[in-house]
């Protein structure tokens, strides 16, 4: 395949000591990235083998067909070795995805559970969800309240540096909308600053502004760490 082989280009890892920091956008099938990043002529099932190999990872929003094993074991294929996928999935889906068959490993780095608050009904679920992947919860805001609760179960809490944020937790991850370098550079210090055992994740989620910032984000890190 020519996409897949004449578009191969350069992945930089930015790594600090022995552990490595991903950088990704959130999803890949952005109409608007056609055709300023995907070309024109790329067939919509090449997308996916097009991204993985430009970036090192990517925040996959887990919609309800994507629950298949036998999707992600196709992402697992099309995909370089050192390629890492984060599982976005709804609080609500959480019982589902539990009940879903093994993922393939180590395509799948971690998950970020969505939910506006933490209940009850979240903690069995998240505890059992740590038991097989590192997770972080995106509260968007007001999410100091739940930090103490959510790292007994080792789970952390994923930052968000335009609303003031920190990522806390074993598994850190920062999501970034419209971005500025000034921001960035606080995102990833944040970041370097969690010990988190489980990996560095940071992920941009505005379309409009992804894949740019996806490589200053690349250039910066290399320079700060």
Request: hydrophobic share 45%; proline share 9%; glycine share 6%.
């Amino acid at each position: 395949m020519a996409y897949r082989d004449g578009r191969s280009y350069h992945r930089r890892m930015v790594s600090h000591g022995s552990a490595r920091l991903l950088v990704g956008a959130r999803d890949y099938t952005h109409k608007s990235w056609r055709p300023q990043f995907y070309p024109d002529d790329l067939p919509s099932e090449w997308r996916f083998i097009f991204y993985s190999h430009r970036y090192p990872a990517i925040l996959m929003p887990m919609r309800a067909a994507a629950f298949e094993t036998e999707r992600l074991s196709l992402w697992e294929q099309e995909a370089p070795p050192d390629f890492r996928m984060v599982l976005e999935i709804p609080g609500g889906s959480l019982d589902r995805f539990l009940s879903a068959k093994p993922l393939p490993q180590p395509l799948i780095a971690g998950c970020v559970v969505r939910v506006s608050r933490l209940t009850k009904a979240h903690i069995a679920p998240l505890a059992a969800l740590a038991q097989t992947l590192p997770v972080a919860v995106d509260f968007r805001v007001h999410a100091s309240e739940y930090i103490a609760e959510l790292s007994a179960i080792g789970v952390g809490v994923c930052g968000r540096p335009a609303q003031g944020l920190a990522p806390t937790g074993p598994f850190a991850v920062s999501l970034v909308g419209k971005g500025d370098r000034p921001l960035l550079g606080r995102a990833i210090q944040d970041l370097w600053q969690v010990p988190a055992p489980n990996g560095r994740a940071l992920f941009f989620y505005e379309p409009q502004t992804a894949i740019k910032w996806v490589e200053e984000a690349q250039l910066l890190a290399s320079m700060l760490v």
